[in-house]
């Protein structure tokens, strides 16, 4: 008896010892080698990994992004532009789509040229159609980056030329992307791994190959196998000058599940010629598919507690409340398993009848690893008082009786009938 107790004690030690340990926790790794990264679930709002994500850091064309989205809320794709002589003006190195001042191009074109290719030609074109001038152009960005609730951003150009006033963080580059994924044109735009541009009034086609090796198959220098290529990428944008290094803001989706990883400041890697911006991205976005996934924990209208009713029928006490609305929590593959117990807040210490189906009796809220959901939770069914009750019985039986009475009146006349029918019969 003494060893079965002191069994039950060092069993009760062990557990409180290793409970702490047990809670749910993100436990995917993250291997990333740029100075600033942030991974981000789309459908939850969660950030996975972040890695000096609150520096400020110089965007490089990763700027075309706000650009983009800036076109696309105030221009139809079939509208044209005009190039300008101010327009083709570049610092030397970046890249051109050799627009010619004269040269009439659609909004269509000239955005798969800036999101493709990473025009810096086209982004002026853009900022001058929209705004009438960089400059004006650059004040509407900062004016949409605080809106969407960025907090070390602040640009002074279309394109992300380098200038020390022009820069953004990680994170802040997180919240445009996200924002500007939700537009459904700029996502198609953004996937895309090639493009013609038909011949303009200056120019001939165009073919264009996307910058991010995250949508390529192939290398384009080396004509390989991409070593990079990733089949759930959905985009979005590459950048790079040589104070920025190299940069890429991307995203992946698979079976609903959407995530958005940023790089910035990443090394050139000699090797193949390419740069772990690529790696470090493929990494953050491959390590998410694979061991993240959106899991339903509970279903609406799933019975989740019971509660005690006061002033009601004996056989009424008892109420179970349900679920208002499915529970779907972004859970790592190894969790799908174990039990997620909600917290649940009643609006009441004591519920008093009556209660009617469908009340709203307080909430429920599930959490896992600091992301929660939370669900009204409702009455299953009626529960009225002992007087309702009574009164009810009272005029049921009411009922009862004139229904009893009017069929038995009734009968009575259908009786009386029958005897009168029979006296008639016998007379004839």
Known sequence: MKFKKLYFILLIIILTLVAPFSSNSYGATFNVNSQSAILFNVNTGKILYEKNAYEKKYPASTTKIMTAILTLENCNLNDTATVSSTATILPPGYISAHLQVGEVITINDLLHLLLIISSNDAANVLAEHVAGSVSNFS????????????????????????????????????????????????????????????????????????????????????????????????????????????????????????????????????????????????????????????????????????????????????????????????????DINSEIKPEIKLFEEKFNAPVSKGDVLGTATFTYNGTSVTSNILATEDVPTNEQFNKTLKIVGIIAIIIIWRMLVIRNKKKKRARMRRRGRRYM
């Open 139 to 334: 004040t509407m960005m900062n004016d949409k980056a605080k809106e969407i609730g960025c907090l070390n951003t602040h640009f002074v150009n279309p394109n992300g030329a380098q200038d020390v006033n022009h820069y953004s963080t990680a994170y802040d580059l997180c919240l445009i992307a996200n924002y500007a994924m939700k537009n459904e044109t700029f996502r198609k735009l953004v996937s895309i791994d090639s493009y013609t541009v038909p011949a303009t009034n200056k120019y001939e086609e165009r073919e264009l190959t996307n910058t991010n090796a995250l949508l390529q198959q192939v290398n384009e220098k080396t004509k390989t196998k991409n070593i990079y290529y990733y089949e759930y990428t959905i985009g979005i944008k590459t950048g790079y000058t040589n104070q920025a290094k190299n940069c890429l803001v991307a995203a992946a989706s698979k079976d609903g599940v959407e995530f958005i990883s940023v790089v910035l400041g990443a090394n050139l890697n000699e090797s193949d010629n390419n740069s772990e911006r690529f790696a470090d991205s493929k990494n953050l976005l491959e390590t998410a598919i694979n061991n993240y996934c959106m899991f339903p924990v509970k279903k609406a209208n799933d019975v989740i507690t019971t509660v005690e009713i006061q002033n009601t029928l004996p056989w009424k006490k008892s109420l179970d409340l349900l679920l208002e609305n499915d529970i779907t929590l972004l859970l790592e593959n190894t």
